[in-house]
Structures are given as C-alpha cells and as structure tokens.
C-alpha cells in the first residue's frame, strides 16, 4: 500500500493494463457522454464564518457513467484536459451553474444574490473564446456578474505573463470575482497576489489538518493567520476549503478567514438542497 496525502492508504492497482484500457475507453466517450447528458452538476455550500450563513455554493461536475456509475471528477478532468474536449465541457458546467445560481436568487427574497464559484481549467483559460463565453452566459441568465466566482488553480497561474492574464483580467473587467484556488500547494510566491487579477483567496484543505483539535497545532496557526493577514491587507477575501469539524471551523473563524467550505457544513449535492438551505437562510 502507497502512502496517499496524509493518512489515506490506497492499494496500488494490480492491473494498469486494464486502466489504461478504461482510460482509453472513457477518453473516446466524452464527446458522446456530453451529448447524452450523462454529466450533472452539484453544488457545495460555501459559508460565512461571521454568521454561519450560506453565502453560494461551489459547482462539481460528475459524470454518471453507464456501465461505470458515478465517476469523480478526479477520474476524468485530466482526460478531458488532454484532449481539450473540457472546453465544450466545462461551457456546459458554466452554463448549468449560471442557470441555478439565477434561479436560487430568483426564489430568494432577501440578502445579497447566492454566489456562485466554478472551476476553470488551465485549458480554458488559453481557449481564445474564453471571454466571449463567460459574457454570453451572464447575458443569457442574466445573472449579475458579481454573482459569479471563476475559480482558477494557482499552478495555472504560474509563470503565466501579462499576455496569458489577459482574458482573466478581461473577465474580471466584466465584474466576475476570479478566485485562486488551492491556495498554498503549488510554488507561487505571494508577491504574485500583487498583481494577478484575483480577489479571492482559497486555502487548501491541508492547512487546516492541525486545527482539529484544541489547541491546534501552533505553527499551522501562525501560518494561517499570516497568510490571512496579507490577504486581507491585499482586499482578498480568503475562503478555507476542507472544513470537517466544528473545532477547524472555529479556529479558522478566529483566525478571520471569511468564507469555508467542507463536510461539516455540507457535502455536494444536488441543486434541490441548495435551494432549501439558501430558502432556509433567507428566513
Ligand atoms: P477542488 O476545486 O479543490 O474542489 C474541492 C474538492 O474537495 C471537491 O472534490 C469536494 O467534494 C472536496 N471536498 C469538499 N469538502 C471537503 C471536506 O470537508 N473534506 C474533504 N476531504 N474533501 C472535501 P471533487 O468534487 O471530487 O472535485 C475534485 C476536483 O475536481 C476539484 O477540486 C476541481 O479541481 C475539479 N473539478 C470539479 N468540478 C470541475 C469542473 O467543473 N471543471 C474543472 N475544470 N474542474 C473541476
Ligand atoms: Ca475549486
Ligand atoms: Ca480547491
Ligand atoms: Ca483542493
């Protein structure tokens, strides 16, 4: 057994033949799965830590394969990615997400419109429709810009010149919130939140292992808040993911990070549990 991030243990796969084969397999069948509407989307709440209130959520894809049932996203994005068929993919992702996040604000009465995040891939971000694609999903939802979060890996980013953070800075322009996602497992320095057209922080799951009991782990503390520190000092607002117990989610609010996200709060679901909780929330 191969040690796995932390303490999840996965035995290695004594057939690779036959993965590499599924592999295959399950890369010929994107384009067909797409048109077959064998994706659906989830949503994740995402919190404030100020109030506990539900601030949006978080978009998931998920393939509901025929022969294989449910597949992760982990086991097919990086398929999608190498053949680029994520470009139709992740347009259809946006255009679901927009849809249900025009939706929950249409059936909520008060407070601030939910907030939706979806994920970007590095594919899509040099996809020279980009923008052009985000712009007529806002038209065609008519959602408000502000409304929606493009969530974009930090190791995208890397090394990424002024030309490459055009259409991110384009997008941003439109007024849509660009997030920089597992914040703090790549090789950025932070001078670099200087200058990206970011005004979203979001900490990976792995600073927050030593808060799970009182009291946590010192180092892991200073970390944070410094990270937090910055941060806010830069007007970014920092959303931890990850959060699965109570004693994480006090730490970090004490801490004055905004927004969280993980199982203590809600794991992905489908829309219709967003809806209550956002319904819920509006009293
Ligand atoms: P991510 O963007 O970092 O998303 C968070 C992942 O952590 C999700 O896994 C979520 O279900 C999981 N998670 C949430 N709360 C907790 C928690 O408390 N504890 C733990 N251990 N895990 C938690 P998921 O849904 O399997 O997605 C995996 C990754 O796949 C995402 O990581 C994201 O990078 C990618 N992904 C998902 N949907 C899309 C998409 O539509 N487009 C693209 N390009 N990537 C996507
Ligand atoms: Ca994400
Ligand atoms: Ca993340
Ligand atoms: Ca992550």
């Keep these: 057994a191969k040690e796995r991030g932390g303490n999840r243990y996965e035995v290695a796969d004594p057939d690779a033949d036959a993965r590499a084969i599924t592999r295959h397999g399950?890369?010929?069948q994107l384009p067909s799965a797409l048109r077959h509407g064998e994706f659906f989307v989830e949503y994740q709440p995402l919190i404030g830590l100020e109030d506990g209130a539900v601030l949006g959520a978080e978009a998931l894809v998920r393939w509901s394969h025929p022969v294989h049932g449910v597949l992760g996203p982990d086991q097919f994005i990086p398929l999608a990615e190498s053949t680029g068929q994520i470009v139709p993919l992740g347009r259809w992702v946006l255009?679901?997400?927009?849809?249900?996040a025009r939706d929950w604000h249409d059936r909520k009465f008060t407070g601030p419109a939910p907030r939706i995040n979806v994920?970007?891939?590095p594919v899509q971000l040099t996809h020279p429709d980009l923008v052009a694609e985000v712009a007529a999903v806002l038209d065609e939802t008519g959602l408000q810009p502000s409304a929606l979060c493009l969530e974009v890996t930090e190791s995208a980013l890397i090394g990424a010149d002024e030309d490459a953070l055009k259409p991110l800075r384009r997008i941003a322009d439109l007024g849509v919130a660009i997030a920089l996602d597992d914040f703090g497992t790549g090789y950025?320095?932070?001078s670099s939140l200087r200058w990206l057209p970011v005004?979203?922080?979001k900490l990976d799951r792995s600073f927050t292992r030593g808060m799970r009991q009182h009291p946590a782990d010192p180092v892991e503390m200073k970390i944070v808040e410094g990270i937090v520190s910055l941060a806010h000092t830069l007007n970014l607002t920092v959303t931890v993911e990850g959060v699965e117990t109570r004693t994480q989610a006090e730490h970090l609010r004490a801490l004055g990070c905004d927004t969280a996200q993980g199982w203590y709060y809600g794991k992905a679901g489908p829309a219709e549990q967003l809806h209550r909780l956002t319904l819920a929330d509006a009293g």
């Design 199 to 201: 005004s979203v922080l």
């Design 95 to 100: 255009e679901q997400a927009a849809q249900q």
């Design 119 to 121: 994920n970007l891939s």
């Design 26 to 28: 399950l890369t010929n």
């Design 188 to 190: 950025s320095n932070l």
